[in-house]
């Protein structure tokens, strides 16, 4: 996980010091589906909560969605799973501002709308369902007195959600999101984290940690070098600038701290091993 700015001045841009928030490791045999909100967690604790998260629609679950809005966060994510062109779902239904539908695809006002706790029931003139060319692509269902349509909050959501992802608004905020995969590739670039030359999840966590801190030191040296080319000195650096580099600067520290800890544990039990030996 790692911030940005939705910025294109160069200037501008070459002075934003976007830095990696969040690293962490798992077996192959993991899901990365549930690893958002931990992340999310993570970063709060840290006073790092990002406003907003873009992410791919492997962690754009409805769950997902709702957590992080319920931390304060917006999810901006596309919607797990795909439905088939050639049917109609709920985001094909005209909806109201407060969920509720308004017409059918075919224009087709509903009778009556029931809603009992979190589950929605449309009733439509069944004269009009049955005589409709998209029938048999549509999703309601035929009963005693009319043809129903039957969702809940979740489907809803969610209907709500495809729809907006169809719109340019959502687009034109959603293709920042490309922007991490060139952070992966001078991740691995740079700091060569693809090709370790440790064993152990606990031992490649660490490396790649360290890794990440590497990254984000090359960062804050570029843009340093960037303020102080565009304003002459060093000492003219924006107070939010400032802010986020001592905020690094100590989670820096922080990591180094333990990574010393973990070496002097490692040399004295060397020592002891080796007059245990003797």
């Keep these: 996980m790692e911030t940005f700015r939705d910025e294109e001045d160069k200037d501008v841009k070459a002075t934003t010091l976007n830095l990696i928030t969040h690293i962490e490791v798992k077996p192959a045999c993991e899901s990365d589906a549930h690893a958002l909100i931990p992340a999310l967690e993570s970063t709060k604790d840290r006073g790092l909560a990002p406003k907003e998260v873009q992410a791919d629609s492997l962690y754009g679950s409805d769950e997902n969605s709702e957590t992080a809005a319920a931390m304060g966060i917006e999810l901006i994510s596309p919607t797990m799973g795909s439905p088939k062109e050639s049917t109609l779902n709920l985001s094909d239904f005209e909806l109201s501002d407060k969920g ?16 009992k706790k979190n589950r929605h029931s449309v009733a ?3 004269e009009h369902c049955t005589n409709c060319p998209l029938i048999n692509d549509c999703p309601v269902n035929k009963g005693k007195k009319y043809h129903y349509l039957r969702y ?7 209907a709500k959600r495809r729809a907006a992802e169809q719109t340019p608004e959502f687009k034109e905020r959603y293709r920042w999101r490309a922007g991490v995969e060139g952070t992966m ?69 922080t990591t180094w701290g333990q990574f010393k800890n973990i070496l002097t544990s490692f040399a004295l039990g060397s020592q002891f091993d080796l007059k245990t030996a003797a």
């Design 185 to 253: 590739s001078e991740y691995n670039a740079r700091t060569g984290v693809k090709r370790l030359r440790v064993r152990g999840l606990k031992a490649v966590r660490f490396c790649a940690m360290l890794k990440a801190i590497g990254i984000n030191i090359f960062r804050a040296t570029a843009v340093r070098k960037a303020v102080i080319a565009l304003m002459g000195t060093p000492e003219r650096v924006t107070p939010s600038l400032r802010h986020v580099i001592l905020v690094f600067k100590e989670q820096t520290e």
């Design 152 to 158: 809940d909050d979740k489907a809803l959501r969610i």
């Design 100 to 115: 509720k539908v308004i017409s059918c695809p075919s224009g087709h006002t509903p009778v009556r709308i029931k809603t």
């Design 124 to 126: 439509f003139d069944s």
